[in-house]
């Protein structure tokens, strides 16, 4: 993939998203594809990236705007810097308005996405919310802990410090 076909990918991507067009949001996706989200977890395949979007996200927010900048691309991955922004529809933090900045990570086949992946600060969108301490402190222990358990964190600690990848 070009990094123009890949910047056009991340427009479509973010349209849909947007407007909240679940159809055209998984049809950026590999019919297998799987999309790691933060909050609402793991989805693969077009109909559960279908159902994230329209059932997850556009069901606890409104407004959502998200749009993706600097992508760039070696064919086979891309990634982009990201700004998103949502009014909470979640009735315990209906009405407060929240802003994630972020990292995406994408693998591309075929012109589509095969895995997407993000690094955002949840806790600076917890904050926005009102989130109690202790429940942000559990939410962050659980996500540190998820952190150890994949395979690529346990690689990379498991390696000689200063082994070469």
């Given at each position: ?38 909050i ?20 606890d ?55 997407y ?5 949840g ?30 964190s ?12």
């Open positions: 993939m070009t990094s123009g076909e890949f910047s056009a990918l991340l427009q479509r991507l973010m349209a849909a998203a947007q407007a909240g067009d679940a159809k055209a949001f998984a049809a950026c996706f590999t019919s297998d594809g799987v999309y790691h989200d933060y609402y977890g793991d989805h693969a395949g077009r109909p559960e990236i279908e159902r994230m979007l329209s059932e997850l996200f556009h069901r927010a409104s407004d959502y705007r998200w749009e993706m900048f600097d992508p760039v691309c070696n064919g086979s991955i891309g990634y982009a810097w990201s700004l998103s922004a949502f009014i909470s529809k979640v009735p315990e933090f209906a009405g407060r308005p929240v802003l994630i900045d972020g990292i995406s990570r994408f693998e591309l086949k075929d012109g589509l996405i095969s895995d992946s993000e690094s955002v600060n806790g600076v969108a917890m904050v926005q919310l009102g989130v109690n301490a202790q429940r942000i402190e559990k939410v962050l222990q659980r996500w540190s802990k998820a952190l150890h358990e994949r395979p690529a346990r690689a990379f600690l498991a390696r000689a410090k200063s082994a070469k990848t």
